[in-house]
T-cell receptor, first 114, second 114 residues
Framework: ETGVTQSPTHLIKTRGQQVTLRCSSQ?????VSWYQQALGQGPQFIFQ???????GRGNFPPRFSGLQFPNYSSELNVNALELDDSALYLC?????????????FGPGTRLTVL | AQSVAQPEDQVKVAEGNPLTVKCTYS??????LFWYVQYPNRGLQFLLK??????LVKGSYGFEAEFNKSQTSFHLKKPSALVSDSALYFC????????????FGAGTRLTVKP
C-alpha cells in the first residue's frame, strides 16, 4: 500500500448536486494531484496542489475546484454535477522539488451521478 | 501536444510465457516514462520508471521495461507471466520540465491463463 488514503470509497449523487472528495497524502509528500478515470479509460489530470495553491490544471471546467491544507491533505470539490462526472477519482501524492518524483496513488473514490 | 498510445486493448498469454505490453509516446524532448498497474476496484500501483541511463529498467514484481528513443517506445516486459499478473496496465509520460503534466495511455488489460 502507498499510504495515500481517500474518502469516501463510494458516493452516489444526483445531477446538479455538489460533492467533496478527500485525500491524505503519503508521509513526507507535499504535493497532491487529482485525476478522473472514466470507465474504460486512463486517468485524466484534473489539477495539482503544492503549498496550498493550484500548480497546474488539466482540461476541466471551473466547477472542479480544490484545496490543499497545511498538513498537505487535499479536497476535490465538484459543483453542479453532471452525469458525465461519474468516474473513479484518484489522488496521487509526490514530493515536489524533485522532478524525477514518482506519484503514488490512493485507492480512489467511485462517484456515481444519477 | 504530448500523447501516449497503448496499441493493444488486451493481451493474453499463458502462465510461464513471456509477456509484453506495448507503449509508444509523442512528447517533445526526453520525457520521464512510467508504468502503473491497476487491480479491480483499486488505485494505480507504481511499477517502474525511466529517468535516464540504461535503456532497460527493472521494477516491481519482476517487471522490466525497455526504452527505445528512436522508436519512442517504452514496452513493459516480464520473462515469465503469473496468473496474478492479470490486471490493467497503464503507461504514462511526463515532460522533464513540468511535473504536473502526466499523461496516461488508455490502458491494456493483461490476462494470464493458467
Amino acid at each position: 500500500e502507498t499510504g495515500v488514503t481517500q474518502s469516501p470509497t463510494h458516493l452516489i449523487k444526483t445531477r446538479g448536486q455538489q460533492v467533496t472528495l478527500r485525500c491524505s497524502s503519503q508521509s513526507g509528500h507535499n504535493t497532491v494531484s487529482w485525476y478522473q478515470q472514466a470507465l474504460g479509460q486512463g486517468p485524466q489530470f484534473i489539477f495539482q496542489y503544492y503549498r496550498e495553491e493550484e500548480n497546474g490544471r488539466g482540461n476541466f471546467p471551473p466547477r472542479f475546484s480544490g484545496l490543499q491544507f497545511p498538513n498537505y491533505s487535499s479536497e476535490l470539490n465538484v459543483n453542479a454535477l453532471e452525469l458525465d462526472d461519474s468516474a473513479l477519482y484518484l489522488c496521487a501524492s509526490s514530493l515536489a522539488g524533485v522532478l524525477t518524483d514518482t506519484q503514488y496513488f490512493g485507492p480512489g473514490t467511485r462517484l456515481t451521478v444519477l | 501536444a504530448q500523447s501516449v498510445a497503448q496499441p493493444e486493448d488486451q493481451v493474453k498469454v499463458a502462465e510461464g510465457n513471456p509477456l509484453t505490453v506495448k507503449c509508444t509516446y509523442s512528447v517533445s524532448g526526453n520525457p520521464y516514462l512510467f508504468w502503473y498497474v491497476q487491480y479491480p476496484n483499486r488505485g494505480l500501483q507504481f511499477l517502474l520508471k525511466y529517468i535516464t541511463g540504461d535503456n532497460l529498467v527493472k521494477g516491481s514484481y519482476g517487471f522490466e521495461a525497455e526504452f527505445n528513443k528512436s522508436q519512442t517506445s517504452f514496452h513493459l516486459k516480464k520473462p515469465s507471466a503469473l496468473v496474478s499478473d492479470s490486471a490493467l496496465y497503464f503507461c504514462a509520460v511526463r515532460p522533464r520540465n513540468n511535473n504536473n503534466d502526466m499523461r496516461f495511455g488508455a490502458g491494456t488489460r493483461l490476462t494470464v491463463k493458467p
